[in-house]
């Protein structure tokens, strides 16, 4: 039997450990000894539950930010914000992945989202697979794009910045006596195969080759099931329709509850670390608090208008059931996805820091046929994905990439 190492090292969520949960659990069940080296380990067993699968702590950027790029513009910039600063800080992180990868000895390594895990394994004589929805896989352009389009931008400076922390990159390799890498991008294609778990019209990078293959995506469904306010005390622009929020704590969230609330509408919300002032105060005949996570096939099904934080698991679990999104991304790379679910015509996405376009937008969306009937469209081109079978097939590929 094989050792697989799975690695999570950048972004935030319980996404990437759900994307990595159904090719480890199926391995640790085929007799495959499977290691998950996690950027975030506090919820980590109760994503992997009793599975035989040895969690580690990723090596991560700790110390304090110097030279912070914001906002970033490119994937260089990126990195330099995650420890690619520094020469001497990025060959301490990469060392530190050397040493996990000399001590498990894996036959197999795959990278969800792990830049410093694949620049530290270059030259090893494990196989090396990358999985990711689109962000964390880029393409290998040079110059690297512009991430931020919307926005001007010198590109001799964005050159200049991609080029030094190419050189900090290659100064690591050369500890090691590996050849230098001739842009960054190439580090995300020198590898035995790539999982892109998302669908053509949500890629972070568009512009993707054609004949790619994408493999889907799909959320596990577990949770408790959705509670919702009456909707017979519902009134005014909602009445009579269901509105689901996944949300995290930020700056205009209290706005957002009032209007919330004023538009009548059965609203159920899952906040993550909410304030008990805050749901105290807003807890009413038609808002309500759930105080653990939910199943979200159920509660697509039965919502008619989710708010979320550009966020790819739920986006893509409503999406599936044919109902549409309004989109509050507070990252980069939540943004990006955002407005690829807009593309669809599924979504709106107003600006976070502007709450009366928030409730404009939440009006359209309630009083529009369109934005619904797009995410059915969405769903229909997608009826026959079967997310089991690609599980399979990918776990039988990561099986023959380990022998």
């Known amino acids: 039997m094989a050792t697989i190492l799975f690695t999570w090292e950048l972004g935030n969520g319980l996404g990437h450990m759900m994307q990595i949960l159904p090719m480890a659990r199926d391995l640790a069940r085929h007799g495959h000894r499977v290691f998950c080296a ?17 969690l580690l702590q990723a090596p991560i950027k700790t110390s304090p ?8 513009r490119t994937l260089a910039h990126i990195l330099s914000n995650v420890g690619y600063f520094n020469e001497a800080e990025l060959a301490g992180l990469a060392s530190a992945w050397r040493a996990m990868f000399e001590l498990i000895r894996p036959d197999l390594i795959v990278f969800d989202h792990s830049a410093t895990a694949m620049l530290a394994s270059r030259g090893l004589p494990a196989r090396r697979v990358a999985i990711g929805s689109g ?24 050159l200049a910045d991609e080029l030094a922390v190419l050189d900090r990159m290659n100064g690591v390799l050369r500890l090691w006596h590996q050849p230098p890498l001739s842009r960054i991008g190439q580090m995300y294609s020198d590898v035995d195969d790539t999982f892109l778990l998302t669908f053509r019209e949500l890629d972070h990078y568009p512009d993707r080759p054609a004949g790619t293959r994408y493999r889907g995506a799909w959320i596990k469904a577990e949770g408790a099931p959705p509670l919702w306010p009456d909707l017979n005390r519902s009134s005014g622009v909602g009445a009579g329709r269901r509105l689901f929020g996944y949300l995290k704590p930020f700056a205009g969230l209290p706005q957002l509850l009032a209007n919330l609330r004023s538009l009548g509408c059965a609203t159920l919300l899952y906040i993550e670390n909410a304030d008990p002032k805050l749901v105290q105060q807003f807890s009413g005949p038609t808002m309500m608090f759930a105080n653990k996570r939910l199943d979200l096939s159920q509660v697509a099904a039965q919502c008619d208008l989710a708010i979320v ?8 679990s409503m999406l599936m059931a044919g109902k549409p999104t309004l989109q509050l991304p507070l990252f980069l790379e939540q943004g990006l996805f955002a407005s690829a679910v807009c593309r669809l015509g599924a979504a709106l996405q107003p600006p976070l820091e502007n709450p009366a376009l928030i409730r404009r937008d939440l009006e359209r969306m309630l009083s529009s046929p369109s934005f619904a009937e ?17 599980n399979e097939q990918m776990v039988a590929r990561l099986e023959e990439l380990s022998r």
Do not use: C, M
């Not at 930010?65 to 970033?72: A, D, F």
């Not at 550009?310 to 893509?316: C, V």
């Not at 797009?374 to 690609?390: I, L, Y």
């Open 38 to 54: 996690l950027r975030e380990l506090g919820s980590a067993r109760r994503v992997f539950g009793e599975e035989s699968i040895q």
């Open 309 to 316: 934080h550009g966020t790819h698991g739920t986006t893509l």
């Open 374 to 390: 797009a995410a059915r469209n969405f769903a229909a081109r997608h009826a026959g994905f079967d997310p089991g079978a690609e």
């Open 65 to 72: 930010r110097v030279g912070h790029i914001s906002p970033p």
């Open 135 to 158: 962000f964390g896989v880029p393409t290998d352009a040079h110059p690297l794009p512009n991430l931020r389009a919307w926005e001007p931008a010198d590109p001799a400076r964005l």
